[in-house]
């Protein structure tokens, strides 16, 4: 048995954890897959928060991966991260950087076991700030001369790829050198407000040939594995697991939390329970029903017409979901371009739609700190 089939049958322990902190955002990104906004007012109080990084490190979760909204809005931020590294259990976050002030990036910088992700999704003004708002360019950049200046070491730039940002890799690449940082890229996903801008924003097929052979020729690219649809273009591999590790190998935790088995599939279908129920985290991820069906063998299901499937394993749940396509059924990126197809006959309005919606009407976007 191969690495990836032991895999799909699931671990004792996720490998590691997205948990979203928060719903609170000062940003309104055009493709957040939480649709992130408002604070939702049954977010986990710091106990609650503090139980369940407990049971991580006693199933030995390697690392948590703390994301949003925005993290750095909720007030015990700091206290979370601290309590969770000094338990041995790593931490890595993702934030716009509006935060972090020079002040902040020394506070960050003195933590161990602390791994940081600064979102960009364009190398220059206009291409970021038409998806993630005014001024969040500045801020991110602003974020990454702090990180520096305080000696924080190698932090990542995390880049999601979009049919306007592909013309820019080597620049991304350029950026993240300037800053000693490493170059993490990452699929865009029809989820939340990304289900709304997902058709004008997913790369064309020429850019995803692009992009194929760019990873080939940049193997320090980190991408969470999320490309795998793309090994269908050639017999050369991207560097990754290459499975969809829904409830296998990664879940998610939601603010109040609901644990989800894909971090990019927020939707009571795929919701698995919650860690306030009998058993807590442990429970749901080793006796969920959800899970367990996931961890089943499955089926090539339509893919298995192409031949493909073993390099592409049909491509990513989270995809076909929100786009309305059945889950056996072609990537809407396939890139033998059968999930076109599928796609065109998908009946107007008939794909599902997120659980719950945090955004702020009329969001107005705001700097929170100084830039001097």
């Known amino acids: 048995m191969t690495l990836t089939e032991d895999l799909k049958r699931g671990l004792d322990a996720p490998i590691c954890i997205t948990w979203e902190l928060t719903y609170a955002c000062n940003l309104a990104c055009r493709h957040c897959l939480s649709s992130s906004g408002r604070r939702d007012p049954r977010e986990l109080s710091t106990e609650a928060a503090m139980a369940v990084i407990d049971e991580l490190r006693s199933m030995r979760v390697f690392y948590v991966n703390l994301g949003g909204g925005e993290p750095m809005l909720r007030p015990d931020f700091f206290d979370l991260v601290e309590y969770a590294t000094s338990s041995g259990v790593g931490v890595k976050f993702s934030t716009n950087g509006s935060r972090i002030s020079p002040h902040i990036a020394a506070r960050l910088a003195a933590l161990d076991y602390l791994d940081i992700q600064i979102s960009l999704d364009g190398a220059n003004r206009p291409t970021n700030d038409h998806v993630r708002g005014v001024d969040s360019y500045d801020d991110a950049i602003a974020a990454m001369e702090h990180l520096r200046a305080a000696g924080f070491g190698q932090f990542k730039v995390s880049v999601v790829v979009t049919r306007h940002n592909v013309p ?13 940082a490493q170059l993490r890229l990452t699929r865009l996903r029809p989820s939340g407000r990304g289900a709304d801008s997902w058709h004008e924003l997913h790369p ?11 990873l080939l020729d940049h193997p320090d690219t980190l991408t969470g594995d999320s490309f795998f649809h793309l090994n269908a273009l050639g017999a050369e591999r991207l560097p990754g697991l290459n499975l969809c590790g829904a409830g296998r190998v990664v879940c998610l935790i939601d603010p109040v939390g609901d644990v989800y088995a894909c971090p990019f599939v927020l939707h009571d279908q795929f919701k698995a329970g919650n860690v306030g129920q009998p058993g807590g985290f442990e429970g749901v991820w080793r006796k969920s029903g959800l899970f367990a069906e996931l961890r089943e063998p499955e089926s090539a299901g339509a893919c298995s017409a192409c031949g493909q499937y073993d390099a592409c394993q049909g491509g990513c749940m989270a995809a076909k979901f929100f786009t309305g396509i059945p889950l056996d059924q ?40 100084s830039k001097r």
Do not use: I
């Open 168 to 180: 820019q890799l080597d620049d991304f690449q350029a950026l993240a050198n300037n800053y000693g």
């Open 204 to 214: 064309t097929q020429e850019q995803q040939r692009r992009l194929y052979r760019w």
């Open 330 to 369: 072609p990537d809407p990126e396939c890139v033998a371009d059968h999930g076109t197809t599928v796609l065109g006959a998908v009946a107007p309005g008939s794909s599902p739609a997120p659980t719950s919606d945090h955004s702020r009407p009329g969001a107005v976007m705001v700097r929170l700190t």
